[in-house]
């Protein structure tokens, strides 16, 4: 299955709700002075700007060498890192995540990644895609690719689950959920078009171009009865599952 590929200005010009609505996340993690945190699946680095002005030393990962480079003009020290694959072992006072978790499929390894990573006590602050996150644009793609057989199979590249079930996992690994909520957000969006070029673009990128335009314009006629107004444009149906959990040994 072929990955999403990132592209930092496209993303920043198209899709900058997704740093501007972390805010409450990064009032959750609270950061204080000289604390050492690891922003996990940094993006352009916005929010691991943000964190750092509280005098606090930020470590930046992300997947995206181009999101690594954008957070490195940004005076940040970043790496190119999947959440998998952390190799920091008890090190951060806290690990803070937006809007990355929901891309990984084996959420237990990155559970196991984050505990490793933190200090007794430390602190995991995370907000991603949660139960019935974005319902709508996943049945309006399955829809298509169900009816366009020439298309293959539709792989889901999301990870939704529920704040229960994410519950149970942390707690199994070794972690004190303080609290933790599914919250529906629905979030205007400039384009549905743009939104599946930055969000979905691997999920068609097996597909020639001009199956790719067709795609792009099925979904959007599916979707615009659902999701569009006149009034208000597009507002795709986010859920968002919060959470903050500590590391007890």
């Not at 999101?67 to 190799?87: C, D, H, N, Q, R």
């Not at 099925?218 to 795709?236: C, D, F, H, Q, T």
């Amino acid at each position: 299955m072929s990955t999403n590929k990132w592209n930092a200005d496209n993303y920043n010009k198209h899709a900058d709700f997704v740093s501007n609505l972390a805010f409450p996340v990064v009032d959750l993690l609270n950061p204080k002075e000289n604390e050492k945190i690891l922003d996990l699946g940094c993006g352009d680095g916005t929010l691991a700007l943000e964190i750092k002005k509280f005098n606090t030393k930020v470590i930046a990962v992300d997947l995206s060498e181009n999101m690594v480079e954008k957070t490195k003009k940004k005076g940040i020290e970043a790496y190119v890192m999947s959440a998998t694959e952390l190799s920091y072992k008890n090190e951060f006072d806290a690990v803070f995540s937006n809007a990355v978790l929901h891309w990984v499929k084996e959420p237990e390894t990155a559970i196991t990644k984050i505990f490793n990573a933190l200090k007794a006590n430390g602190r995991f602050i995370a907000e991603f895609g949660g139960y019935g996150n974005i319902k709508y644009l996943t049945d309006a793609m399955q829809e298509v690719f169900d009816k366009s057989k020439e298309y293959g199979e539709f792989n889901n590249p999301w990870y939704f689950p529920k704040d229960t079930d994410y519950k149970e996992m942390l707690e199994a690994n070794g972690f004190k959920v303080e609290y933790i909520e599914l919250i529906p957000r629905p979030t205007k969006i400039d384009d549905i078009s743009n939104w599946l070029d930055i969000f979905a673009n691997g999920i068609v990128s097996h597909l020639t171009k001009e199956q790719q335009s067709s795609f792009k314009q099925e979904v959007r006629a599916i979707l615009n009865p659902k999701i569009y107004s006149e009034e208000n444009g597009w507002v795709a149906d986010y859920v968002r599952l919060r959470l903050k959990a500590v590391k007890v040994l």
